[in-house]
């Protein structure tokens, strides 16, 4: 994102836009709250599309996500700020359509207010391009290997974040994500063309 991008200032009670917009460097200094967006790709197998971050991120360099997204700037909406990132950090065009937001989350921490979506891809994922400042290469995960590298991460505890998976806990939303894409598939936002969920890989369930 362009320095010169000014970011939506928002009210952290309410998630509504104060009118105020600021740069990222007076965002942080002055701890203002903003909006994000995080985007879930998924295919009709059930995987996710997660990407590695750039070395250069001040956040979490080198550690890969199961979600793309940014900030929301001025003059957008959740849903717009959504498409543009896509289309910008991987060189995907999604329908509006079907690009499904499904929680919204206020996250103390960090100042933000958050809107997760979801879409499904099962295009050749070769032919995307991505914004090398934001991402060094993309790949299809299956959810249980995701989890089984969430749990070495939490068995090695050295502070070194190999992932950024999800807005809570990646199990819990992966289960969520089905179950909306159960409901999305069945009123045909996705056409006909995709394996029936069951087929899909179920969430590990930790003993």
């Known amino acids: 994102m362009s320095q010169q991008e000014m970011l939506q200032v928002i009210n952290p009670e309410t998630g509504e836009p104060t009118g105020e917009h600021v740069s ?29 971050r750039s070395f250069d991120k ?10 793309f997204g940014g900030h929301v700037t001025e003059g957008e ?23 499904i937001p499904w929680r919204t989350s206020k996250i103390k921490s960090a100042h933000v207010w958050v809107r997760d979506f979801l879409t499904v891809f099962d295009g050749d994922i070769s032919a995307l391009t991505l914004q090398k400042e934001e991402i060094e290469q993309i790949q299809w995960y ?7 590298l969430l749990d070495a991460e939490d068995i090695t505890n050295d502070n070194t974040a190999q992932w950024v998976a999800g807005t809570h806990d990646f199990n819990a939303e992966y289960q969520c994500m ?3 894409l159960t409901a999305t598939m069945d009123i045909g936002i996705f056409g006909g063309d995709y394996k029936p969920l069951h087929k899909w890989h179920p969430p590990r369930h930790k003993d």
């Open 24 to 52: 990222r460097k007076e965002l942080y200094e002055k701890g203002l709250w903003c909006r994000t967006t995080n985007i879930f790709v998924l295919n009709s197998l059930g995987q996710i599309l997660c990407h590695q």
């Open 58 to 67: 001040e956040f979490a360099p080198g550690a890969w996500s199961t979600h």
């Open 77 to 99: 909406s959740f849903k717009i700020s959504a498409l543009k990132e896509l289309g910008e950090e991987i060189g995907l065009s999604v329908n509006p359509f079907q690009l």
């Open 142 to 148: 299956q959810p249980e290997e995701i989890m089984d």
């Open 178 to 180: 089905r179950a909306v």
